[in-house]
């Protein structure tokens, strides 16, 4: 009889302490105060405060939803018309580019030798490399741009195309190649990169340039 009492108690304690730990209180204050509201500036544990103070330095507008709907329409920086979504959005969040460089020499030589037909021939890899915080700055965009000095010969082509995305390792690299006509000096390319709001990134543009050897 004493080991069933024992086993009772034990029994109500564990039911005692399951409905403590995961039975939350239907009031409205017990339910407003356990149930964070997911887009928000809410500092916390389920809030969105750090994202958007870091989204706020870097001049990204954000506007919080914790209000209730009917007063968001006259809360600032909220379109006048269109939808208004309210349930969770996943938001990806990237490395935060920090600068760039070149990864390689920013000076080239091409040795050609010219037919009376064709000139193709290919430059090394002209490889930038960046910098970024949070991990490697995959899938950015690099803009390259070519000028052939004199102007007055044939344009060059860039490989794969003047418009890259840097690698997983957060690299980049075109290549020139050279076309039929006369030869150019030399090719002076130049790899760009901006942030998300259109500044440009420290250590843009970078500057390589290549020498022609026929």
Not at 101 to 130: E, G, H, K, W
Not at 194 to 204: A, M, N
Request: proline share 6%; glycine share 6%; net charge positive.
């Amino acid at each position: 009889m004493k080991e069933r009492l024992i086993t009772l108690a034990c029994a109500l304690g564990a039911l005692a302490l399951f409905l403590t730990i995961f039975v939350r209180s239907e009031s409205a204050v017990d339910a407003r105060r356990d149930i964070p509201r997911p887009t928000t500036e809410e500092r916390g544990g389920n809030g969105y405060h750090a994202a958007m103070s870091w989204l706020d330095g870097g001049r990204l507008r954000t506007a919080s939803l914790r209000n209730h709907f009917d007063r968001l329409a006259d809360q600032p920086g909220q379109a006048r018309t269109g939808k208004l979504f309210s349930n969770t959005q996943t938001v990806q969040v990237l490395a935060r580019l920090d600068s760039m460089a070149a990864a390689v020499n920013m000076r080239d030589t091409l040795d050609v030798t010219p037919t009376d037909s064709t000139v193709d021939s290919l430059s090394n890899q002209l490889t930038i490399a960046t910098i970024a915080f949070g991990g490697a700055a995959a899938k950015r965009r690099v803009a390259y741009a070519a000028t052939t000095y004199p102007d007055s010969v044939p344009a060059v082509t860039l490989l794969p195309r003047d418009t890259v995305l840097t690698a997983t390792d957060g690299t980049a690299f075109v290549q020139v190649r050279l076309h039929a006509g006369p030869l150019p000096d030399s090719v002076v390319v130049t790899a760009t990169m901006r942030k998300f709001h259109s500044d440009s990134l420290p250590g843009s543009p970078v500057i390589f340039v290549v020498e022609i050897k026929p």
